[in-house]
């Protein structure tokens, strides 16, 4: 099975291309954003050296279908999906936060708590809450967005003292982030999953705050299976869940978390390929849907840059002739 691990396009109008660690954004015109979902995959802030076939399809697919069930609730940047692989939208002005909201005490804020934190980015937390308690009501816990390595947790008063972003986008966000959620929770529980944790960004285009990059993705966010949800929180057992945490665990296996002196574990194809068997099963849950594998994989790069190709030909011919 191929995997996209690297791309090197050239589309017309193209200004400037940012590599993330997953996502290779292409700036077209300073007006659009070509954002191809490639198959890397990152763990503890290191891109494995091997990619996973499929995976960069089941991320954006599922992001597409999630903004386009969102768009009453906010305007997002998406306009299209000419590939696979592929959503362009949109360019904003990105702001520099991510904005973390959480409806159960679990992962990194479950481990502060049981050190004895009790207030996260601003925001009191009850006492005597145990692992995967949900929260009396969701809590918002933005990061600043950092070019390399951790993001760091600020509060919403930093955030607005500081200047970030102003109080008036800060709350525009705000209520959007709880609306997106709630949002996500829903369709969730119509697969009989529990949306547990997300992030979402956000930018700003001709004055207006848009909703930018993914959403409810297995790579920004958590669920678990609705189904035996309250037995395992009272026996204190783990829960079944749908995110890529099985891959850092897998990691943590094999002795490795990003830290001095450790050696990244080899991955074979036949781990790679188990890799995207879970990533398609948890395109199936949480869309519910049967994932479609027959898309043509022998050259992934020709395939995507025929597509773009084409599409940014039609958007330039469609908007000259708006401008007529």
Same mark, same amino acid.
């Given at each position: ?129 145990? #692992? ?94 609705? #189904? ?97």
């Amino acid at each position: 099975m191929n995997s996209l691990t690297n791309t090197d396009f050239h589309f017309e109008g193209q200004k400037s291309v940012y590599h993330g660690k997953v996502r290779d954004v292409y700036d077209i015109n300073d007006d659009l954003m070509v954002m191809v979902a490639t198959d890397r995959i990152s763990a503890f802030d290191v891109i494995l050296p091997k990619g996973i076939p499929f995976k960069g399809q089941v991320l954006n697919q599922i992001a597409a279908k999630f903004l386009d069930a969102t768009t009453d609730i906010c305007p997002n940047w998406k306009l299209a999906t000419p590939d696979p692989q592929v959503t362009v939208g949109l360019k904003c002005e990105g702001f520099r936060v991510e904005m973390i909201i959480r409806g159960i005490l679990t992962g990194s804020a479950w481990r502060d708590y049981r050190n004895g934190c009790r207030e996260i980015c601003g925001v009191r937390l009850p006492e005597g809450m145990r #692992e995967n308690e949900r929260f009396p009501e969701p809590i918002i816990t933005p990061t600043t967005k950092a070019d390399e390595g951790h993001d760091l947790n600020i509060s919403k008063e930093e955030i607005i003292a500081q200047g970030i972003v102003s109080a008036e986008d800060y709350a525009k966000m705000e209520d959007y982030t709880r609306k997106l959620f709630a949002r996500g929770q829903e369709i969730a529980a119509r697969q009989g999953l529990i949306l547990v944790d997300t992030k979402y960004e956000f930018g700003k285009r001709d004055g207006e705050v848009y909703l930018i990059d993914e959403i409810h993705t297995p790579d920004s966010s958590r669920y678990f299976y609705a #189904e035996g949800y309250e037995e395992k929180f009272e026996k204190g057992e783990p829960q079944r869940q749908l995110s890529k945490e099985f891959v850092r665990q897998w990691l943590i296996e094999h002795d490795f978390m990003n830290e001095p002196g450790q050696v990244m574990p080899e991955i074979t194809d036949e781990y790679a390929a188990s890799v995207s068997e879970r990533y398609i099963e948890l395109y199936e849950n949480i869309i519910g849907e049967k994932f479609d594998r027959s898309v043509e994989t022998s050259d992934i790069p020709a395939r995507i840059e025929k597509n773009v190709s084409e599409y940014l030909k039609d958007y330039s011919r469609s908007a000259s002739g708006n401008q007529k």
